[in-house]
């Protein structure tokens, strides 16, 4: 797939793309004043949920298609591109009929290939650029293919919003960002633009500014940011939402860093892990080959491979010794178990 690297005319390819705006529209003055804030401060895409989906029945599901006509006045009195999430075919139709100029998907439309194709099909020959949201739960397979689907209906102007994922246990975010997943979207597909929300993702206020950083270090191209003119009083999302000036506030802080630049002190450290890199493998190799020896002596002496009271000493033992040594117990853990499956699929391999 090739993607088109400018989502919309006249909007600077400088990092970060910035789209702002409220989690919904609730009232023509709410948005107009929000809309107004933003624009002094250069904002010129405009973000807000006209159709809003709840977790659960009764909450607040959205103005509907009212809201539009405020979204137009957005565009017309401001000259802001704006634009909504869309989850049904229906919902295309009118924010076309509307002159939106952008579209998202939202994480829970992601996640379903029915809902995915039946827009895809509602798009296609339209030229709008569209972005798709991660898909609630951590599968990136599903995330390419909703990309996919709207590529193949003709939408080239498409990009990724990274909004982190669901999970059950209570955790600092609302949604995990496990970042590994969208630097592999971005190895699997380099020409997409990936914007960060770190509004649903940290799903409080206070961490917009260090999730914010953490994707322009990642070398992220955008961010897409809930904001409104009166946060607490907001309909849906409160907690997470600022003002305008705020957000001008946190933009200005971030730190945007060079990636083209790469200095002689740099190749020096690198061509040092690639060194460390290959005595790694060498020792894996090395420990691979110890671990069949024993293999064929369990064999010989009718012993089983598994042998839980020895895996878990050396989890243990070295789980400790890692944290002395200032890397994190569960990074020790992944690794060993990582190795020790491996281990075990070699020994499985000679006993048979
Ligand atoms: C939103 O952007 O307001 C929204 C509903 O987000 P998500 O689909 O990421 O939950
Ligand atoms: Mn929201």
């Known amino acids: 797939m090739e993607f088109e690297s400018i989502l919309l005319d006249g909007v600077s390819a400088a990092r970060p ?3 702002a705006g409220p989690c919904s529209a609730e009232t023509e003055e709410q948005v107009m004043t929000t809309a107004r804030q933003l624009s002094r401060h250069g904002i010129k895409i405009f973000r807000a949920g006209i159709w809003k989906p709840r977790t659960k029945p009764g909450g607040f599901e959205g103005v509907g298609v009212s809201g539009l006509e405020w979204l137009k006045r957005v565009k ?9 999430e869309v989850a ?13 100029d952008m579209l998202w998907i939202g994480a829970r439309t992601a996640a379903n290939p029915f809902a995915m194709q039946e827009i895809a099909d509602a ?14 739960n951590p599968d990136l397979e599903l995330w390419i293919g909703a990309i996919e689907r709207l590529y193949n209906a003709g939408v080239c102007r498409i990009a990724a919003i990274h909004r982190g994922f669901s999970s059950y246990e209570k955790n600092m975010y609302r949604n995990l960002p496990q970042w590994r997943i969208p630097i592999e979207l971005r190895r699997r597909l380099p020409g997409l633009p990936i914007i960060c929300d ?6 409080r206020r206070e961490l917009i500014a ?20 009166n946060p607490d009083k907001a309909w849906s999302d409160a907690a997470q939402q600022v003002t305008p000036d705020v957000l001008d506030f946190i933009l200005n802080t971030l730190v945007i860093r060079n990636v083209e630049q790469v200095t002689e002190g740099l190749e020096d450290l690198r061509r040092k892990i690639d ?11 090395k420990r691979m080959e110890i671990s069949e020896e024993i293999g064929r002596y369990k064999k010989e002496k009718g012993m089983p491979i598994l042998q839980s009271a020895r895996y878990g000493e050396i989890l243990n033992k070295r ?34």
Do not use: W
């Not at 049904?88 to 009929?97: D, F, K, M, Y």
């Not at 770190?198 to 799903?203: C, E, I, L, V």
């Not at 260090?210 to 003119?229: K, R, Y």
């Not at 002395?324 to 569960?330: D, I």
């Open 210 to 229: 260090p999730i914010s950083q953490q994707a322009m270090d990642l070398n992220f191209d955008g961010l897409i940011v809930e904001t409104h003119c």
């Open 88 to 100: 049904t075919p229906t919902h295309v139709r009118e924010a076309l009929a509307a002159d939106l």
């Open 198 to 203: 770190p509004s649903h993702m940290g799903g």
């Open 123 to 136: 798009l296609e020959g339209v030229d709008i650029p569209v972005l798709v949201k991660n898909p609630v």
């Open 319 to 352: 789980v400790y010794q890692a944290h002395a040594m200032g890397m994190s117990e569960n990074f020790m853990k992944t690794v060993l178990e990582a190795i020790h499956e491996e281990s075990v699929r070699h020994q499985m391999e000679i006993m048979k």
């Open 76 to 84: 017309n009195e401001l000259g802001m591109y704006v634009s909504t």
């Open 275 to 285: 060194e460390l890199d290959n005595q790694l493998l060498t020792l894996l190799a």
């Open 17 to 19: 793309l910035v789209i």
